[in-house]
């Protein structure tokens, strides 16, 4: 049975891999009438590839905010909520973030895992 329009689509890729599967949506076209391809995830069965897309449409997510970093996420934390907080409250998570997260600020926001801050803030060193 085929997917609606612009659903998105599980197509398999050649050669010998762990996950063969590519679960796809079309999000617009280029200005020559190619379309323009998201990635959602690879799969390693066809079956769970379709049952991925039928999830990503119950709540559907920015593909692209995997790759947000922690220094990203605190500057639009400053654009956005810090001028509807009180002047003490942005003051002190403008002090935190410059004394407390220099070895965190480059790493993907989706990967830094509760432990190291836990860590980092009773004390051990942080190794990275």
Known sequence: MRNPNGYGSVVKLKGNRRRPFRVRKTVGFN???????????????????????????KNPRDVDAASITFADIFKLWTERKAPRTTVSIVKMMKTAYKNKTEALRARCFTVVPFSLYWRRNKGVKFEE
């Open 31 to 57: 200005e020559k009438g190619h379309p323009i391809i998201q990635v959602i995830a690879y799969t390693e069965t066809r079956e769970e590839g379709l049952v991925l897309l039928a999830a990503y449409y």
